[in-house]
């Protein structure tokens, strides 16, 4: 028995996993968590002489000339980013920067970012990026007030704090998405392997004192009970897979069950489930089709009589209200019962109690009402 939950356990993870790992490459190349892989080789040292040939790398340059700000982009008043340029004059070359602005401030405490200046040479970090016709316009505009030979201009800017065309928080924050997936993956899949998933019913056992013999017991029965769909229902336990998780629960632990509708739009069934109620007041839940649930429906209310069965609003009531009461309540459901079919069949051969349980069916639940 437990290794074919366990096996049942695995199938469901490996699934789970390799979704995982599909979500993950999509966030690590779509999202831009694979740049962060230029963050751990290091940015490469730029040659402005050759600036085309690092369009999308990340990069360092030591800047130590600002020829001014050309032009800068506002929203709802607010100034949220900067471009102004920079002169490499060793290599004969203009380039420039874009940051945003908390950089900008930033910088602008060490850089004379609005005037031309010589400062202590200081070293920035970002991606090399080609320009949009409009910035190139104002970066030519700018240059052309400068006299600056137009082959000593480089149209592109060095995104300050940026890695692949976004913030290193960004980047850092969907390569670690990315990784944490996969690691969930994985320990999801051990646990699997190690039999965690059937943690609750291996608890049960240890504490009735006897773990072997109470295993041996449930394994007797697992192996004749009742399925309905995932659903294994013996004399003394309930047991279902809720993705890779065996869920257990002895029947004497169960005090209700019901039928649920799933519906789309509150319009369309999408589904149904049957919901099992605990005196703790929680509950489980086990998707089933139509026919598969009336079935099982029937089976409890013929083969366990301390479970009420069907759905109305003064169950409910009752249920929250004391749910113990939903035992008593259980056997009047029975009594009921037996009573209705032996007025209809007074003179029926059959011991009462043999008809009760060939021809009795629980009761309907109220889908009128709106269930929990």
């Not at 699934?15 to 831009?32: E, P």
């Not at 052309?144 to 913030?167: F, I, M, T």
């Not at 632990?253 to 649920?260: E, F, G, K, P, T």
């Not at 007074?346 to 009761?363: D, K, R, S, Y």
């Amino acid at each position: 028995m437990l290794a074919e939950l366990k096996k049942s356990s695995i199938k469901k993870t490996i699934i789970g996993l390799l979704s995982l790992c599909v979500i993950a490459v999509i966030i690590f190349f779509v999202m831009g968590g694979k740049d962060v892989l230029q963050l751990i080789g290091g940015p490469a040292p730029l040659d402005v002489a050759h600036i085309e040939d690092y369009e999308g790398r990340y990069v360092s340059v030591t800047v130590d000339y600002s020829l001014g700000r050309y032009a800068y982009t506002t929203k709802k008043g607010q100034t949220t980013s900067h471009e102004f340029g920079i002169a490499d004059y060793d290599g004969g070359y203009i380039y420039t920067l874009y940051m945003r602005n908390a950089d900008y401030k930033k910088m602008a405490e060490w850089l004379p970012i609005d005037y031309a200046g010589v400062v202590e040479p200081r070293t920035i970090t970002g991606t090399i990026t080609k320009m949009s016709n409009s910035d190139q316009a104002y970066y030519d505009d700018m240059l052309e007030d400068y006299s600056v030979d137009p082959s000593w201009r480089a149209p592109y800017y060095l995104k300050v704090n940026n890695l692949g065309g976004q913030s290193f928080g960004s980047t850092v924050f969907f390569a670690a998405i990315s990784f944490v997936l996969v690691a969930i993956g994985i320990y999801r899949l051990i646990r699997a392997i190690t039999g965690g998933y059937q943690k609750k019913l291996l608890d049960y056992c240890k504490k009735t004192g006897s773990p072997e013999y109470t295993l041996s017991l449930i394994e007797q029965q697992y192996a004749t009970a009742q399925k309905f769909g995932s659903l294994r229902l013996t004399p003394l336990y309930m047991m279902f897979q809720d993705g890779p998780t065996t869920k257990f629960f002895p029947i004497n632990d169960i005090l209700w069950v019901y039928q649920r509708l799933h519906k789309s739009y509150g319009v369309i069934t999408t589904g149904r489930s049957l919901v099992l109620r605990f005196p703790n007041k929680s509950e489980a839940v086990v998707a089933m089709n139509q026919k598969t649930l009336e079935e099982c429906r029937e089976f409890i209310y013929a083969n366990y009589p301390n479970i009420a069965v069907g759905y109305d609003g003064d169950l409910m009531r009752m249920y929250n209200q004391d749910p113990q009461s939903m035992v008593a309540y259980a056997a009047k459901q029975r009594q009921k019962t037996q009573e209705i079919l032996a007025a209809a069949q007074p003179q029926a051969p059959v011991p009462q109690q043999a008809t009760a349980e060939a021809t009795a069916t629980p009761p309907d639940d109220n889908l009128s009402q709106n269930q929990p």
